[in-house]
């Protein structure tokens, strides 16, 4: 008889990155919470069902809300990407101060649900705060909760994704399963996807704006490219940024790989930071993908990537539909886990409860 597929809720969602890692590792997403409109209103397009929930974690009623949702259904996996800006002001020996509430939030959310195991992202810089007692704290909370538990700093693009993005990782599971599981690195800095096997196919946008919903003019040109297509006829999101010529002129000085130091003297004078005007080196993973969109450009031709572009980077495949503003948008794929780490987690997490065989595609 077929086992039952696992179900997980995702905290802090934003529009599903990591729970469409999850999805596609077998996973039923029940509900995602978040506070911002935008982003769960492209989650919902994108998770099969799952309700999303805009709601304040810190409050009893969305525990409440989320209990509802769920029913008889039992949560075997929470994940979640909690922000932390309250760490760097508290400090250790006040963290359950009332700004970290939105990560105790999660601490709580595991210790009522009692899932089978449970995965936390987020910025790699986490790890060292306060030379590592932040760190340190949770770890021990969630062990005196019962839990095995551990963390890693990970870098996408030893999972896949066309992306040096690296995020700090917890992984717990029960204690009666051992110790928790990461993946293991399935490529390398040799073999490591770049983009141009990224978005080498997509139009170039240089005679047109482009469409919300628009035609593919090639066939993919790397197994990347045809992972990312999968069964999708229609390219989405794949609208240029209108630059003015002025912005155009001073991208075209700067070489592939290159960045503001390339630039002449009096160009560019506004913008002399570390990330601006990077230009990507196709030969390479790109640079970590994040809200804006006015520092990275594609590295052919004179533009910021697009929204899709960007997601391709992402690992979000081509029928992951984005919703909302440009602005909007832009946010929800540079703030998003990347689908193929978040599946790489999901399947480590499944070996780790011994449910492997059982979602195996």
Known sequence: MEEERLNAIDLFAGCGGLSKGFMDAGFDIIVGVDNDQAALNTFVRNH?????????LSKQETFDEIRRIAGD???DVIIAGPPCQGF?????RNFDDERNKLYLAVIRMVKDFQPEGFIIENVPGMATLYKGQIKEEILRRFRKMGYNIDCKILCAADYGVPQMRKRLIFMGVKKKYGDPQFPEAEFTPENYRTCRDAISDLPSREKELGKEEDDYTSPPLTEY??????DCHILYNHVATNHTQM??????LVPEGGNYKDLPPGWGESRKFNEAWTRYDGNKPSRTIDT???????????????IRENARLQSFPDDFVFTGTRTQQNRQVGNAVPPLLGQALAKALLKSIG????HAE
């Open 355 to 358: 449910r492997e065989e059982e």
């Open 48 to 56: 099969n069902g799952a309700v999303a929930l805009n709601a304040d």
């Open 247 to 252: 912005v155009k002129d001073t991208i075209a």
């Open 73 to 75: 259904r039992k949560i």
């Open 225 to 230: 490219q045809e992972l990312m297509r999968g």
């Open 292 to 306: 804006g969109h006015r520092n990275h450009f594609h590295y052919q031709y004179n533009r910021v990537p697009t």
């Open 88 to 92: 760097s002001l508290t400090g250790p």
